[in-house]
């Protein structure tokens, strides 16, 4: 799963394209669905997909990686082969496969930002490049996608909850009521904390700021100096993020009614680059009850991503390599591979807006399938209705559909799962954002295993769900045999303690496929085989108003401290 606005190890890229897209047609409940359909037998399918057949185009997926620097990151070699190799293996299938080029823009900065305080006191900060993020030689580095333009002696303002020494975990600029009327026409002074970089920088936009400066915490040694991180792309502010001593100096110059004023400029540009997702379908099925499956064909920079996703893909790979060969019940079912995830979700973000509204009224549903190998692995399902979550984090009438299958089939066979909300982490995100029902599960990634899922799953206490999330030992050894010693929290601590954790993880990402592939394939077939699954639509005007607009936290998945 996804970063989304990168604190370079984490804090979120974010692609504000969807928020703009006008939603169109959504589901709606004013028109009762008819009564659910009958349940289907997939068990013929389910014995077809097999684990086996799923980890052969996992160990392909490693190959690319190991030719192209261990990685298969979207602008990387490693991600144009690994295009190639889906599109060839479908067509190989006989389905007709094509890419869809999104963009997703390379920023250049061609000058170093400047920060210069004007009054109280004439001062000009240090300024440094990406090479210093975390740097504690610099005071200043511009964020990345951030425009050439300049402001001269403009006041600084910051939002109303700045909390110096902070405790950790402050709130500065999550709300748009976080900023005072007197942000608009000034730049805005922010404090990291909580909620993603991406959101409080989206923020000061929408709360009439021209410039941003937004400090380091502060709370600990770790997290004082200047960093290197994202905003959306195409932003339209000069900001840059600074060392918390800057934003102490200049919170405290404002607390005291010295009025600080500066000079902030940036000097970058970014540049159109387009790379492929990848979309087949069945060759037949109702056109007009599209059952969309969606996986990240990405990794992250630092490893080949072979749970995170290529169990996605190589499950959706084999999926559709089966049904090939068994047939297309009564819908149409496309296959999507989307890139870009681990950026902010661009890939699938650009590909949900540029669907037509008729293409979207014709979509029944949208599946998730990231991450289904992990090796500490918890049997995770979205909360589609909001029964656990609340209605603001359900996904669009439907989604809890989808949940009910998902879960009801492992209920059936006596294992039990749990819900989780959509926090906007993977590629969901564009389709909810459409007003197409989505649903899907999730294996884990950086949560610690609680007693209450070693009770319910096996597994090892207080250890990551995937020990390798976005680490260089998400591999095909890893997902086949077991993740290494050395990635388990005890390891520093206990390496004997660590070493014997890792050992009784030994084949438990097979076992985490295996559980996963076999509700996925009843979910598919089941959407595949319905008439009426979900409500009618209703027209454009109705639907606009009934759409849900979702604002995530996230947009991709991050560690626990990118924030």
Known sequence: MAFQGYESGGEMHRVGLVGAAVIIVALVGASPAAAAPPDVDSSRLERLVTVDGITDHQRALQRIADRNGGTRATRTPGYTASAA??????????????????????????????????????????????????????????????????????????????????????????????????????????????????????????AGAIGVILFNEGDTAARSNALFRAAPFDYPLPAVASSF??????????????????????????EQMLYPNVVAETKRGDANHMVLLGAHLDSVTAGPGINDDGSGTAFQLELAEQLAKVGTPRNKIRFLWFGGEEDGLVGSQYYAAHLSDREVARTDMMLDTDMIASPNFARLVY???????????????????????????????????????????????????????????????EALKTAEQVAKYGGVLG?????????????????????PASTMETYAANPALAQQQANSLRGNALRSLHQFKNTLVHAVWYFACAKNAFPPKVNAADATKAATNHRFKHQGHERPGDR
């Open 85 to 206: 190799y889906v599109k060839a293996t479908l067509e190989r299938a006989g389905y007709n496969v094509h890419y869809e080029m999104f963009n997703m823009p390379e920023w250049r900065e061609n000058a170093a930002p400047v920060l210069r305080q004007v009054s109280p006191t004439g001062r000009t900060y240090v300024a440094g490049g990406a090479g210093d993020d975390d740097s504690p030689s610099v005071d200043i580095i511009a964020f990345e996608h951030t425009p050439t333009k300049a402001l001269t002696n403009v006041k600084v303002v910051p939002t109303d909850d700045v909390v110096i020494p902070s405790p950790g975990g402050t709130t500065s600029g999550c709300e748009l009521s976080d900023f005072p009327a007197a942000t608009s026409g000034a730049v805005s002074l922010i404090q990291r904390g909580t909620c993603t970089f991406t959101q409080k920088l989206e923020n000061a936009v929408q």
């Open 463 to 483: 250890e990551q769900l995937d020990p390798c999330y976005h680490e260089d030992c998400d591999t095909y050894t890893t997902v086949t045999k077991q993740p």
């Open 245 to 270: 001593a800057v934003g102490q100096e200049l919170y405290n110059a404002y607390k005291a009614g010295q009025n600080p004023t500066v000079d902030l400029a940036t000097n970058g540009v970014d």
């Open 383 to 445: 909360d589609g209705d909001g029964s656990t979550f609340g209605s603001e984090n359900a996904g669009p009438e439907g989604s809890g559909t989808i949940e009910r299958v998902l879960t009801g089939y492992w209920a059936k066979r006596g294992m039990v799962s749990e819900p989780i909300p959509f926090d906007g982490r993977s590629d969901y995100v564009g389709f909810i954002n459409r007003g197409i029902p989505a649903g899907g599960v999730f294996a884990g990634a």
